[in-house]
C-alpha cells in the first residue's frame, strides 16, 4: 500500500546520521522531525535564521519573534543559535548541512528538480530553495509519486522551469525509495509495502534501473 | 559619540521620495519596521521599489503600502500570501523580480561591505541565470550577481541606543542587519531605546556607524502569521 | 544537540598532517589559539601553510612554530614584530605571501560564506594587482579575490558551549569568527566551556555549525605587545 | 616655523566635522586624537574590530583583550561596539568611515600614495593600509615633507610600490596644507608659521600651484 506522509517522512528520518545538521523543507520534509530514530543527535537549521530549532511551543507560549521559514511558531532548545539570512545562507552554500529535504513538482532521472514555478499560475517564488539545491551536498526529494491528474512526477526532463540541476540524489515517494545516477537514471532501491515493482514501473516516466532483488520499506 | 536619535516615525522618514528604492527588513511579518510603514503610508510616497524578502499580507506589513498603490516594483524571494499583490501582480500594475533568498541576503551584505559583486552557485540551470556571467570554480558553475543600491533601509531591532547600536531578537533578525548595513541612509526602529553605554559592546549585532537614524517605536502589533502549537502533554 | 567536545589541544589537533594549509586567528597577540599552537609545536607538525594576519613574535604565538621551523609559507597582511621569522624570510626558508588586511578577512568570510570570489577595490594599481583580473564597477576598478582554502582553522574564543557555539570578547574577536566559519575542520579553545543552553542564543557569534571541536584552553598568557597607559588625572 | 608632530595632528584635527567616523593610522595620524575641537562628536574606528575607540587605559587596567590596530592596549567608550575583521573592513570598503589619516614615504601630485615598501629593505606588509586608501572617500596623508635625507616626500611620481592610485585629497606637512588635484598637482591652501612659500617651493618635488594668498596655519 503507498504510503501516506507520515510514512515518507519516517523512512527519510531512517537516512539520518549522528551529527548531521538538517535543514527540512515545507510540507512532508517538515513531518521528519516527528520520526527521528533513537540514539541520533541531529540539530535542524530553518534558513531565516535559527539552527537547534525544537517543536512548536506550548499554547501561550508562542513568540511573534521565533519562527521557521514556514513562518510558523516554534522553540529553541539548548545549545540554539540565532543569526542573520547572509550567514544562513553562508552555512548552506559552504556545505555546514549535511542534509536539505524539500518537496517537488517534478525530479528528472539526472536529478534536475522543479519546484517552485508553474507557468500560468501566480507565482510566489523561489524562496531559499535555490540555494539550497544548488549546494547541498545531500538532497533528499520528499514527494508523491505522481501528481493529482495522475502523471508521474519521476520524468527524462522535467517539463517546469528548473529549481536546480543535477542535484537532487534520492527521492522517496510514496511507492517507493530511488536513488539518481546521472548515467542511468532512478535506481530503485526499495519498495513501499506491498507495492508492487510493475507498479513504480508503470508510475515512472524517466528512466528506471531495477537490479536484483528491491526490498520493502522497513518502517 | 555621534548621536543617531530623531523623534518618531515620520521625522525619521524626512528625504524620502517618490522614485526610491528601499530595503525593508523582515521575513513575513517577523521583524518588520511596522512604525515606519505605518508613516511611509501616511506620507503616500509613491513608486517606490521595495527590496524585502516578503511583500506582507492584506492590510499588514508591505501589504499596507501595496493597498494604497505606494510600491511600482518588489524584489523578494518569496510573495503572495496576500490577495491584493497577486491582483496588482497579474494586472501589471506591480512589477515584480523574484531572487533566490540566500542571493537576495548576499546582495544585501555586500552592499553594506563595499563588495560590488560575488559569485554564487544559486540559480544556475534556471531562469535566474538568464542574462547573467557564468563562471566556474572547483569544477562547478556560478553566476555572477551584484550589490544592491538602495537610498533608504527601514530595519527593525528589539533594543537600540543612542549611538545607534542595534540588537536584534530571536528570528527577527533575519534580513534586517544587512539591510541595515546596506542603507544609503539607514532607519532603524526599536522597541527599546537605551542611552549609549548601556547594551555589551561584545553583543551588538550591527555597529551604529551603518545606522543613520533611530526612535523607540511607539507601537508593535508583532502579528503570527502561522500559530502553531504543541497539546501540554 | 550535537556535541562537539574534545578533551585537551593535543586530541584536538587530531588528523592534522605535514604540508596542511592551517587557519590561525587572532590580531598580533590579541585572540590568539595559544594552547593549539603549543600543542602544535609539540606534535611538530611540519612544512604548514599559515593563513594568519601576523605571525607572531619571537617566543610566542606562531613564532613558536618558526623557531621550530614548522611553517613553511605565510599568508599575512603584516608581519616582521619578529627576528626570527625575518632572518628565515630573507634566507629563503620561509615564504611569504603579503595581502591587504580587508582581503584577508573577505577572503576567510568568502570560504565560510560558500562564496567561491568577489570583487575588491583593495590593491588596484598596486603590485598586489599583478595576474588578477581587473574589472571595472560604479566607474571603478577592482580585483578579483578568491576564497581560501583552508584544511583546520584554529581559534580562540572567550565562552563557548557543548554545541560548538562561540562567543568572543573585545578587540580579541577580529579574524577568529570567519576563520572559524572557513575551516574545513575548524578547532576552538576557550576560556569557559559551558554546558549548552547556557549561553544567550541571540548573542552567539559563532553558530555551532562551524565548530568540529571544542576543548577549555588550559593556560592563557595573554600577552600585551604595546602596553600604553595614561596617567591619573 | 615647521611643525613638530603634534602640530601636524593639531593641524589635521582642525579637519574633523561633527559626526564623521574617523580612522587614525599609525604615528602622527594616532595624535589627531588629542587635538578634537571643542563641539566636534566624532568616533574613531580602528580595523582590528572596534568603533568608539576611546584613550589610552589606567595603568593596571589594561586589557589584553582591548587594543587598537598599533597593537596598544586601549579603552572603549560608551556607544563603542566590537567587531570581526570583515565587518570591519566591510565598513571601510563601504564609506562609513568619512575620514582616513594615514602617514607616507610618498605622495604623488596625482595622488598617489606609496606607505609600505621599500625595496631591499624587510618588508613588513601593507596591514589594512591598502583596504582604506582604495576605499575611504576622503584620505589625509600626515608627513613630513621631506625624508631623512632631505629628499621631498611630494613627486610627480613616487618611486617607492604603491600603496593606492589617486586617492589622496589633502595632505599636512611640517611646512604646509596641501589639497591635491590630479589635473593640476598640490594646491599650497596654508603655511606652517614662519615658514614661507620659497622653502615650500623648494622643497616640492612635485608640481605645485600656489595662488593667490597662503595664509599661515592658525594653530
Not at chain 1, 523543507?25 to 543527535?41: E, K, M
Amino acid at each position: 500500500m503507498a504510503l501516506d506522509k507520515n510514512g515518507i517522512a519516517r523512512r527519510i528520518a531512517q537516512e539520518l546520521r549522528n551529527g548531521w545538521y538538517v535543514n527540512l523543507g515545507i510540507g512532508i520534509p517538515t513531518l521528519v522531525a516527528n520520526y527521528i530514530p533513537d540514539g541520533i543527535d541531529v540539530e535542524f537549521q530553518s534558513e531565516n535564521g535559527i539552527l537547534g530549532m525544537g517543536p512548536f511551543p506550548f499554547e501561550g507560549e508562542e513568540d511573534a519573534d521565533l519562527i521557521n521559514a514556514g513562518k510558523q511558531t516554534i522553540t529553541a532548545l539548548p545549545g540554539a543559535s540565532l543569526f542573520d539570512s547572509a550567514t544562513s545562507f553562508g552555512m548552506i552554500r559552504a556545505r555546514k548541512v549535511q542534509l536539505t529535504v524539500l518537496g517537488a513538482m517534478e525530479v528528472s532521472d539526472r536529478g534536475d528538480i522543479a519546484n517552485w514555478k508553474i507557468p500560468g499560475r501566480m507565482v510566489k517564488g523561489m524562496g531559499g530553495a535555490m540555494d539550497l539545491v544548488a549546494s547541498a551536498e545531500r538532497i533528499i526529494v520528499a514527494m508523491q509519486h505522481s501528481n493529482r491528474e495522475g502523471e508521474s512526477k519521476l520524468l527524462s526532463a522535467c517539463t517546469l522551469p528548473l529549481t536546480g540541476v543535477g542535484c537532487v540524489k534520492k527521492v522517496v515517494t510514496d511507492l517507493a525509495v530511488l536513488d539518481i545516477d546521472p548515467e542511468r537514471g532512478f535506481i530503485l532501491r526499495e519498495r513501499a509495502p506491498g507495492v508492487s515493482i510493475d507498479e513504480i514501473v508503470a508510475k515512472t516516466a524517466g528512466r528506471l534501473v531495477v537490479e536484483g532483488e528491491i526490498p520493502e520499506m522497513s518502517l | 559619540m555621534i548621536r543617531k536619535v530623531v523623534a518618531n516615525a515620520d521625522v525619521a522618514l524626512e528625504g524620502i521620495q517618490d522614485g526610491m528604492t528601499l530595503m525593508v527588513g523582515g521575513f513575513g511579518l517577523c521583524g518588520i519596521p511596522e512604525n515606519l510603514i505605518a508613516a511611509l503610508r501616511q506620507r503616500g510616497t509613491r513608486n517606490l521599489t521595495c527590496i524585502s524578502n516578503n511583500a506582507g499580507v492584506d492590510g499588514f506589513g508591505l501589504g499596507l503600502l501595496l493597498e494604497t498603490r505606494q510600491i511600482r516594483k518588489m524584489i523578494s524571494s518569496y510573495v503572495g500570501e496576500n490577495d491584493e499583490f497577486e491582483r496588482q501582480m497579474l494586472s501589471g500594475e506591480l512589477e515584480v523580480e523574484l531572487i533566490p533568498q540566500g542571493t537576495l541576503a548576499e546582495r544585501c551584505r555586500a552592499a553594506g561591505a563595499g563588495i560590488p559583486a560575488f559569485y554564487t552557485p544559486a540559480g544556475f540551470g534556471t531562469e535566474v541565470a538568464e542574462g547573467k556571467e557564468i563562471r566556474m570554480f572547483g569544477g562547478k558553475p556560478h553566476l555572477l550577481e551584484h550589490a544592491f543600491d538602495a537610498d533608504f533601509a527601514l530595519v527593525k531591532a528589539w533594543k537600540g541606543d543612542e549611538a545607534g547600536n542595534l540588537i536584534f531578537k530571536g528570528t527577527a533578525r533575519n534580513f534586517n542587519p544587512m539591510m541595515a548595513m546596506a542603507g544609503r541612509i539607514t532607519i532603524a526602529e526599536v522597541e527599546e531605546l537605551v542611552p549609549a553605554g548601556t547594551l555589551d559592546p561584545n553583543s551588538i549585532h550591527v555597529p551604529g556607524i551603518f545606522v543613520h537614524r533611530i526612535f523607540q517605536g511607539g507601537h508593535f502589533e508583532k502579528r503570527i502569521e502561522q500559530r502553531t502549537v504543541r497539546p501540554r502533554a
